[in-house]
């Protein structure tokens, strides 16, 4: 009996360390999805155009230089890019702070962190805060896509009791 409260125990206090990661790395990317859409940011002909941002990044991206500057070429396209990244990013991160199809949302957060680490790749020791946010950002991508969500204050606790052995392809959600 012993074991199993201790088992118990330490189930529950796994579950709970999962929800700080979560919230934290779900805000961030809730965030910086929304910073997409600052007009200053998405208007061509303004100073603070990512596009200039993203078009920067191509001499020291790592295997993905030549894709940078071709999605650079075209103002449109550079538009298109920053659009549909900053939606990825508020849908991740709503579902990451809901605790909803966390492993699915880690999963992209975690691919997404991969490729602005490939594409900012190493910008010199002023810029080491970027990379070692991406490096951060793929650990509490990785670690919510091994264990989920935990099993307190998320949607996925609630489905994951409702149906607990549901998988796609293999794939557990919750």
Excluded at 45 to 70: R, T, Y
Excluded at 89 to 105: D, H, K, M, S
Aim: hydrophobic content about 55%; overall charge neutral.
């Amino acid at each position: 009996m012993s074991d199993q409260i201790t088992e118990n125990k330490a189930t529950v206090f796994a579950a709970l360390w999962m929800l700080p990661i979560r919230f934290v790395t779900g805000w961030v990317f809730f965030s910086a999805g929304l910073r997409k859409f600052i007009p200053e940011k998405i208007d061509p002909d303004s100073a603070g155009w990512l596009g200039h941002k993203i078009a920067g990044f191509a001499p020291n991206a790592f295997l993905v230089g030549p894709m940078i500057d071709q999605v650079t070429q075209s103002q449109a396209l550079t538009q298109f890019f920053i659009v549909s990244l900053g939606i990825m990013q508020i849908i991740a991160g709503v579902l990451l702070l809901l605790g909803l199809f966390t492993r699915l949302a880690s999963f992209a957060t975690l691919a997404m962190s991969i490729a602005i680490l490939f594409s900012a790749g190493w910008l010199g020791p002023d810029c080491l805060d970027e990379y070692n946010m991406n490096i951060t950002f793929m650990a509490t991508s990785m670690s919510l896509l091994l264990a989920g969500g935990g099993r307190y204050f998320g949607l996925d606790a609630i489905l994951q009791r409702k149906y607990p052995n549901f998988t796609i392809g293999g794939f557990r959600l919750w």
